[in-house]
């Protein structure tokens, strides 16, 4: 059985960064992408960034493309998620789950999330 467990939330000023993680387990990711979203008070679950665990080819929603960095280690089966210069709007829950590789949805197996809030 697939489990997700995310941590590394927390409050941050803007401007400033967090790191994100998620242990996973429960088989052999080889096959599978991991990703990210996140969902805001009010909106829709949307993506963030996925990564293809053995290659490791990512993509990026635009809003994050250039702030955010998504990586693994294999080793650990733990995805990261690296966010810079956070801003106001990234305030949410922030999810990781599985999925297919090079895809933005079909993506399952939800961890519980981790509050992110990004405030003065």
């Known amino acids: 059985q697939v489990k997700l467990i995310e941590s590394g939330g927390g409050l941050v000023q803007p401007g400033g960064s967090l790191r994100l993680s998620c242990a996973a387990s429960?088989?052999?990711?080889?096959?599978?992408?991991l990703g990210w979203f996140r969902q805001a008070p009010g909106k829709e679950r949307e993506f963030v960034a996925a990564?293809?665990?053995?290659?490791?080819?990512?993509h990026y929603a635009d809003s994050v493309k250039a702030r955010f960095t998504i990586s693994r280690d294999k080793a650990l089966n733990t995805l990261y998620l690296q966010m810079n210069s956070l801003q106001p709007e990234d305030t949410a829950v922030y999810y990781c789950?599985?999925?297919?590789?090079?895809?933005?949805?079909?993506?399952?197996?939800w961890g519980q999330g981790t509050q992110v809030t990004v405030s003065a």
């Open positions: 789950a599985e999925g297919p590789v090079g895809s933005r949805s079909g993506f399952d197996h």
């Open positions: 990564i293809s665990w053995t290659y490791g080819a990512t």
């Open positions: 429960g088989h052999t990711f080889s096959d599978y992408a």
